[in-house]
């Protein structure tokens, strides 16, 4: 059973009861309803939201602070409690988010192609909703603004599944969300929460395609397997970001100085975060000093593979640095630690991406415009940088409003998954009483 917590524990109460596959059934026919409201009637859902947040700052925040006090008592990394951590800063994003998305033009309805046929009949592809999504995720409370506000502007209904870390912080936003719909005349049905933190739940969530059309995974690489591994439902992975920038022999070595403090140290957290720097011999020996002073002023450890390790160790004497283990250049960091290596040409940094990466953000900082059509035509990654920070890689950044996640497979969405990721289409096809001869 998926039960309501109960207020005298001192969480929200959300305004569902009943087994999974009844969430199911209420979040199919609310898809449904969905369908049928006009784009201003959504726009003036997401409006809804956007107020009541501010509205209910206290109360949210109240709850934030609650989780946050059982994570730091758990012992979570400082990464997560950024993660987890709301602000009246951070809340206020979420409701000027929300309103961006409701500003945005709305795909639902609009015709990808049309042509007229030899006939006489005109086919075209029409966008649609794609039904209902299930959105695993971890540590993110303000992932579950993000997804309600996308979800509702492209008509879809969704049931979400956060973390046990943040369970008060999404009962509140959830009840907040929930009770806005109501206000407005929309199905409260549209975006559930499970607020069990029974992880078999994870598993039957997986496996509700009678209900359920999509899931979405977003945390580390154990979810992406299991969900994989478990779910009979199309699943679109992604977010897990070991992410690299290579600076070029023809690159601005001040100038990327920048990108890489920026790509590293400005949300260590997060998955288009800088994990590792891969630098061209021929300006390592000027560079890698310039780098180990700023990494050392940034509070940015480095693990350094050869002769790397050795530059950083002799000339960058108040640098933290590490000789890289095995499998450190495998890892998405998620902290203040960047892996540095040294490497031949173009051609080297290449192979190490595809040896180490997650093909989600990867960039070369350059000078020569033919090093960087070669990188940019061999890597694969769901987003490639020519001189710009990593972290980039984002929804509100690519001007699609917020966003569900970053897919780096290749299969219906690539990189951030805005609006028109959250559609799929129909056929339509228009005769004049016609009949196939």
């Given at each position: 059973m998926v039960m309501v917590v109960e207020k005298t524990v001192g969480l929200p109460q959300s305004k569902q009861t009943g087994t999974l596959e009844r969430m199911g059934q209420r979040a199919r026919a609310a898809s449904r309803r969905l369908a049928a409201f006009s784009t201003d009637a959504k726009n003036a859902a997401l409006l809804a939201i956007a107020e009541r947040l501010e509205e209910r700052m206290a109360t949210i925040l109240a709850a934030n602070a609650q989780d946050m006090a059982g994570a730091?008592?758990?012992?979570?990394?400082?990464?997560?409690?950024?993660?987890?951590?709301?602000?009246?800063?951070?809340?206020?994003?979420?409701?000027?988010?929300?309103?961006?998305?409701?500003?945005?033009?709305?795909?639902?309805?609009?015709?990808?192609?049309?042509?007229?046929?030899?006939?006489?009949?005109?086919?075209?592809?029409?966008?649609?909703?794609?039904?209902?999504?299930?959105?695993i995720y971890e540590a993110r409370p303000n992932v579950t603004i993000d997804i309600a506000a996308?979800?509702?502007?492209?008509?879809?209904?969704?049931?979400?599944?956060?973390?046990?870390?943040?369970?008060?912080?999404?009962?509140?936003?959830?009840?907040?969300?929930?009770?806005?719909?109501?206000?407005?005349?929309?199905?409260?049905?549209?975006?559930?929460?499970?607020d069990s933190p029974d992880r078999a739940l994870v598993t039957q969530l997986l496996r509700l395609d009678a209900y359920v059309d999509m899931i979405i995974p977003r945390g580390g690489a154990a979810l992406h397997k299991l969900c994989r591994e478990q779910a009979t439902i199309p699943v679109i992975t992604g977010g897990i970001g070991v992410c690299h920038l290579f600076v070029d022999e023809s690159a601005d070595l001040v100038r990327s100085l920048d990108i890489i403090e920026n790509a590293r140290v400005q949300r260590p957290s997060v998955c288009n975060s800088c994990d590792t720097v891969l630098v061209h011999r021929a300006v390592a020996r000027q560079f890698l000093p310039m780098l180990g002073e700023r990494m050392a002023r940034c509070k940015v450890e480095m693990r350094a593979a050869g002769e790397a390790f050795a530059l950083l160790r002799e000339h960058a004497p108040g640098a933290v640095v590490l000789e890289a283990g095995p499998d450190d250049f495998d890892q998405e960091w998620m902290a203040l630690i960047?892996?540095?290596?040294?490497?031949?040409?173009?051609?080297?940094?290449?192979?190490?991406?595809?040896?180490?990466?997650?093909?989600?953000?990867?960039?070369?900082?350059?000078?020569?415009?033919?090093?960087?059509?070669?990188?940019?035509?061999?890597?694969?990654?769901?987003?490639?940088?020519?001189?710009?920070?990593?972290?980039?890689?984002?929804?509100?950044?690519?001007?699609?409003?917020?966003?569900?996640?970053?897919?780096?497979?290749?299969?219906?969405?690539?990189?951030?998954?805005?609006?028109e990721e959250l559609t799929t289409y129909k056929w339509v096809c228009i005769g004049n009483w016609d009949v196939r001869p």
């Open positions: 730091e008592a758990r012992g979570l990394s400082s990464a997560l409690l950024d993660r987890l951590l709301l602000t009246e800063a951070r809340v206020h994003a979420l409701a000027a988010d929300t309103r961006k998305v409701a500003a945005l033009p709305d795909p639902v309805g609009a015709d990808i192609e049309s042509r007229l046929l030899p006939n006489g009949m005109r086919l075209s592809k029409r966008r649609i909703p794609i039904g209902v999504l299930g959105v996308l979800s509702l502007k492209t008509g879809n209904a969704v049931i979400l599944r956060g973390g046990s870390e943040t369970l008060r912080s999404n009962l509140a936003l959830v009840e907040t969300i929930q009770d806005a719909l109501e206000a407005v005349g929309f199905p409260v049905d549209a975006v559930q929460y499970i960047l892996g540095v290596k040294i490497v031949d040409n173009v051609e080297e940094a290449i192979q190490h991406i595809y040896d180490h990466g997650s093909e989600h953000s990867d960039g070369i900082l350059t000078n020569n415009i033919a090093n960087a059509n070669r990188f940019v035509e061999a890597i694969n990654s769901s987003a490639v940088f020519v001189n710009a920070s990593t972290r980039f890689n984002d929804g509100g950044q690519f001007g699609l409003g917020a966003e569900v996640a970053v897919s780096t497979q290749k299969l219906h969405a690539r990189g951030p998954m805005g609006l």
